[in-house]
């Protein structure tokens, strides 16, 4: 039986009703199987900030970031687990599920698309530890920055698809990638702005940090309570990167698809 305009395979509807499917199924997986369930997707970024506040604020005196602290290092933190978890399962995209890759009727990018969601809604959910944190400590202040946040979302979103669409085939094309990623990862969290403010970065270092696209992105997510980080240019660099970066995951997701289908 032949399928209906609405229902084909490669249409819109069907396209968002398996990517939704998808990452439900990803959510339920992870949290049925888990005992501390909700609890693991604010463990990870509870523990690193208590860690660095307490190296930075109890054993060295600090001269990086904004007070308070721990505000200023779970509003980035919480991101990053975001970005770095989906960038790690691009590294297995497509070689987790490679008989449903090849026999799929839907275009593969779903692969890729359904773990920026799923990973997105962890996002989320992890979420109201940082509001509690921020209600709880002393000289938190909240601001019209908020609007900002969405902004970052969708920013961020840009980014991790067109890395997606990059990362995933090439790993299936060249299997070392997958260790050279998982190193990258490791570097670029100290290379990014998380404990450290760009404008605390010495000299050309100010200056190399901003072209990191996570620069902007965690700066417009820091807004809601640190409103005098802005800075427009850093910002628009994000934009600029993460839209190339996005196009060229495009062209080289097309380029390797049939050649990753082959692999497979």
């Not at 902004?151 to 997958?178: I, K, R």
């Not at 240019?233 to 990753?260: D, K, Y």
Request: glycine share 6%.
């Amino acid at each position: 039986m032949s399928h209906t305009a609405a229902g084909a395979p490669g249409t819109p509807r069907r396209y968002l009703h398996s990517l939704w499917l998808l990452s439900a199924r990803d959510l339920k997986v992870r949290y049925s199987t888990s005992f501390l369930g909700y609890l693991w997707s604010v463990l990870d970024p509870l523990v690193m900030s208590a860690i660095y506040w307490f190296v930075f604020t109890q054993v060295f005196s600090r001269d990086v970031g904004e007070d308070p602290y721990i505000v200023f290092l779970i509003s980035a933190l919480l991101p990053w687990v975001w970005f770095n978890s989906s960038v790690s399962d691009f590294t297995r995209a497509f070689k987790k599920d490679a008989r449903l890759v090849r026999s799929t009727a839907i275009p593969r990018s779903i692969w890729v698309n359904r773990i920026v969601l799923s990973k997105g809604m962890e996002y989320l959910f992890s979420l109201p530890v940082l509001v509690a944190f921020a209600v709880f400590a002393p000289g938190t202040q909240f601001g019209w920055g908020v609007l900002w946040m969405p902004v970052a979302m969708l920013l961020q979103t840009v980014l991790l698809v067109g890395l997606g669409l990059l990362v995933a085939p090439l790993c299936v094309m060249y299997v070392d990638l997958e260790r050279t990623t998982a190193l990258i990862l490791r570097a670029l969290f100290y290379a990014t702005p998380i404990i450290y403010n760009v404008t605390d970065l010495p000299g050309v270092f100010q200056t190399l940090g901003a072209f990191n696209p996570l620069a902007g992105i965690f700066m417009l997510y820091r807004m809601p309570f640190f409103p005098d980080q802005w800075n427009s240019t850093t910002v628009l660099i994000s934009v600029v990167m993460s839209v190339g970066i996005l196009a060229l995951g495009m062209w080289v997701f097309r380029m390797l698809e049939r050649p990753v289908l082959k692999e497979l």
